[in-house]
């Protein structure tokens, strides 16, 4: 008996993975949500086991956030120099940002599901925060108040799910080009404020302008100081 209710439960299982990542198909496909047909159809399920698994779209949406959320992978690329960091944190930024870019079409939906997926979507842009203030704290470290602030904004702002939505979407640009956008905006924001050391308008921090320079040369170059752009894809 055991056994038998084991197997049950990973078909259960089974099925309702193929049942999110089908929704999430669908989204992204048709940008608009599905209806329960195409949705079993895809899934590949009875309309029956469609309404076993989820009973409302409510709970598929939640389920969907749970999966998008548990799959995504952690960024740990914070130390090396700072082309290696900016290139790594604009791929990570950037697929995670793609994962989340089906839900985010329900967000403008006046329901229970888009509250839930909007504060889940400020939790991710806060997470995005986080990690790039730790990809960025040795050049961080060396601006002072409050262009430190005023450059992260701009970048956050450069590399939302907004503006991935609108080069994937609006533009049409693939995967690769959007995040070769990201990483090269991003360097250009921090190259500006390196710059704006090097001119001596921050004499009070010279140590660190000096070996911040040194160590990011060649930093303005539009293929990110020597670095192919495009290495991150490979």
């Known amino acids: 008996m055991s056994n038998k209710f084991d197997g049950r439960r990973a078909r259960g299982a089974r099925t309702r993975s193929r049942i999110i990542k089908s929704y999430l198909a669908l989204l992204r ?4 949500p599905p209806t329960n047909m195409q949705l079993a159809d895809m899934a590949k399920c009875a309309l029956r086991t469609l309404y076993f698994q989820f009973p409302t779209s409510a709970q598929l949406c939640e389920a969907a956030v749970g999966y998008v ?4 992978t952690p960024f740990t690329s914070v130390s090396g120099k700072l082309v290696r960091r900016i290139l790594n944190y604009s791929r990570w930024c950037a697929e995670s940002w793609e994962e989340w870019l089906p839900l ?5 939906q006046p329901t229970k599901a888009s509250m839930m997926i909007r504060s889940e979507l400020e939790r991710q842009h ?3 925060s986080i990690m790039l203030t730790s990809a960025l704290r040795p050049e961080l470290s060396a601006i002072p108040q409050p262009r430190r602030d005023a450059m992260l904004l701009m970048i956050e702002t450069s590399t939302s799910l907004d503006s991935w939505a609108r080069l994937r979407r609006t533009h049409g640009l693939s995967m690769r080009s959007g995040a070769k956008i990201f990483s090269q905006t991003t360097m250009s924001i921090v190259s500006f404020e390196l710059r704006g050391l090097s001119s001596g308008k921050n004499p009070s921090r010279r140590g ?7 160590a990011s040369s060649t930093h303005a170059s539009p293929t990110l100081g020597g670095a192919d752009v495009d290495t991150f894809a490979r």
């Open 208 to 214: 660190a302008k000096e070996s911040l320079i040194l």
């Open 69 to 72: 959320r548990d799959s995504e």
């Open 29 to 32: 496909a048709h940008e608009s």
């Open 126 to 128: 806060r997470l995005k």
């Open 104 to 108: 985010q079409l329900l967000v403008a």
